[in-house]
């Protein structure tokens, strides 16, 4: 059966084709004005998405060397997301899949960062643990199986992305912060500066707090000290969130026995967490599993693998299904 996924909860635009579990073709565009105006602005991702979403599908389909007609399934993201951009792609999904007489499947978009590995191999074996890290979610789910997964720690204010956005903004880097941070950092001390280290009990993240320490040190430099400091600050910041990443994942570990883990979600790209995983895997004999870099970000493909093995559970959407923003449980 040939899958037409579609992505678009927040600020890009993307679609793949998949002939049962294997991938064809993912294409994605990524929405720039944002980066003008410091973030996100909900209605100009809704617009953009809009714009540009019939002509990714159309190139996805081209690539696959699909036909429309061929199609056995349209997946798209039902949530969690922005309102508008989840419409947008709705729409287009319900549109399509009445207009080809075909079923419907939306598809929990945290549910899809972690399915995101099993595009290609390697692929983690059940149960594993996914320490899922993006832009709005930080988690730490238990993966037994497709259809059953259970987040058992996850973020009580801002998520790992955002604290790297956030911080970023702080030292006037342009939006996303995350992807400029990891560059910088690789290139600074990260021992030049101290940062508390999140305090929370048990299996959940909070970084508000570092964001406000990080606010207070960088407001006491003046403006060249800042521009001087810039990498060893990026340095600095950047372990200090990939320590409290990993210190909860090794918690996790302890108490579920599981030593399968992986990462996703933008932040999985980030180089000192992949480094940090790997070295923490070689102390605690964990196996670890990270995605290639393009299902890390948001894209298509990891919704399509998804709907796959939902559809193969018999799953189906409804006309009558709606967008969900806030996240539901897994
Ligand atoms: O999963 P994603 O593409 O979108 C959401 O679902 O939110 O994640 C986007 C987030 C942004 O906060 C971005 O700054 C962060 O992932 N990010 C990174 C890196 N690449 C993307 N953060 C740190 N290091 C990176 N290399
Ligand atoms: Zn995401």
Redesign the pocket.
């Given at each position: 059966m040939y899958i037409l996924a579609m992505e678009t909860?927040?600020d890009?635009t993307g679609a793949a084709v998949f002939a049962d579990g294997t991938l064809l073709s993912n294409v994605n565009a990524g929405q720039l004005i944002h980066s003008e105006w410091g973030g996100v602005v909900p209605e100009l991702a809704s617009r953009a998405h809009q714009a540009t979403l019939q002509k990714v599908v159309a190139k996805a389909l081209g690539e696959a060397k699909v036909a429309k007609d061929q199609l056995g399934l349209v997946a798209y993201t039902q949530g969690p997301g922005l309102l508008g951009s989840l419409l947008v792609g709705q729409s287009f999904a319900k549109g399509l899949a009445m207009a080809l007489d075909v079923p419907l499947l939306g598809v929990n978009?945290m549910q899809a960062?972690v399915m995101a590995h099993f595009i290609e191999a390697p692929m983690p074996k059940y149960p594993f643990l996914c320490l899922t890290v993006?832009?709005?979610?930080t988690q730490i789910v238990v993966v037994r199986a497709a259809d059953d997964m259970e987040t058992i720690g996850e973020t009580r204010d801002d998520a790992a992305?955002?604290a790297?956005?956030k911080c970023g903004k702080i030292l006037g880097l342009p939006y996303?912060?995350?992807?400029i941070?990891?560059a910088r950092a690789q290139l600074g001390d990260a021992s030049k500066y101290k940062l508390p280290k999140p305090a929370m009990e048990g299996l959940d993240f909070s970084f508000s707090g570092l964001k406000t320490a990080f606010l207070y040190m960088v407001q006491k430099m003046d403006d060249a000290t800042k521009t001087a400091e810039t990498n060893n600050l990026c340095a600095s910041l950047q372990r200090t969130i990939v320590s409290a990443l990993l210190e909860k994942v090794a918690l996790a570990a302890e108490q579920t026995g599981i030593r399968q883990i992986a990462i996703a979600?933008?932040?999985s790209?980030?180089?000192g967490l992949r480094q940090a995983l790997r070295e923490m895997a070689i102390m605690k004999g964990w196996e670890t599993y990270a995605p290639s870099m393009a299902y890390?970000?948001?894209n298509a493909a990891m919704v399509g693998i998804a709907a796959y093995y939902m559809a193969q559970k018999g799953q189906r959407g409804h006309l009558a299904d709606v967008p969900f923003v806030r996240n539901r449980p897994l």
């Open positions: 909860s927040c890009d978009h960062h993006s832009g709005g979610h992305g955002e790297f956005d996303p912060a995350g992807p941070i990891d979600g933008g932040v790209a980030n180089s890390c970000t948001d």
